[in-house]
């Protein structure tokens, strides 16, 4: 199956669960992950009309989406990978979203650099609704006074929460946690559900899904 058959294939599963949620059309971003693909795998993606794509690393992506940006300007790209603070100006600079906001420093760091370079990049906080130690991702109990200290101190407009589930785990509790979490904080973006468990969080909420090997084939 070609790329294109597989994005149309995604696309279709992703309109089904939306109307078997009794959701509107188009309520779902569907977020193409194209982590470890270098930009001839990624293109014809673009050529078939998808604009929004997820990426794990920085340095990975700056090797090969300022050319594709430049080719496609109306791209979104989004950093669903965990950010360190010394990476933090190179990622305002790229990306337009930033999933993975789950601890103060680097929040500091963020909000300084949008500061100095005057750009306004949109910011989920991810949150560790499995509590595993080997995860990023703020705890569930934390999450709430998180996303105040970033819009109370440090004026950040916190878009959205981020999830992952742990793999070997019946995601649906996860997806409701996170949900339940994002209402208490007064967000109504949820970016949860990859390649596996999508349509499942589109029936609890999901405002965008993170689909990759679906998509673009086996890493």
């Not at 193409?32 to 009309?49: E, L």
């Not at 690393?57 to 989406?65: I, Y």
């Not at 981020?162 to 070997?168: K, L, V």
């Not at 996170?178 to 969080?201: F, H, N």
């Amino acid at each position: 199956m070609e790329l294109k058959e597989r994005l149309d294939e995604v696309r279709a599963r992703v309109a089904a669960a939306e109307a078997n949620a009794g959701r509107p059309s188009g309520a779902v971003q569907l977020v193409a992950v194209s982590k470890t693909f270098d930009a001839d795998h990624i293109r014809p993606a673009i050529d078939a009309g998808q604009r929004v794509f997820g990426e794990n690393r920085v340095q990975e992506s700056q090797g090969k989406w300022p050319a594709l940006k430049a080719e496609t300007p109306d791209i979104e790209l989004h950093l669903i990978g965990p950010l360190q603070s010394n990476k933090a100006a190179d990622a305002i600079a790229l990306f337009d979203v930033i999933e993975t906001i789950d601890r103060e420093k680097i929040a500091r760091a963020l909000a300084e650099e949008m500061k100095r370079q005057q750009k306004t990049v949109r910011l989920y906080v991810q949150v560790n609704t499995g509590l595993e130690p080997q995860k990023a991702g703020i705890a569930p109990d934390d999450t709430v006074a998180f996303v105040k200290l970033c819009h109370d101190e440090l004026d950040l407009a916190i878009e959205g929460l981020m999830c992952i589930p742990p793999a070997e785990e019946n995601p649906g509790p996860h997806f409701a946690l996170l949900s339940k979490l994002a209402v208490r904080c007064g967000l109504e973006r949820l970016s949860m559900g990859m390649s596996g468990d999508y349509e499942t969080a589109i029936a609890f909420g999901a405002t965008s899904v993170r689909v990759g090997s679906a998509i673009f084939g086996a890493r």
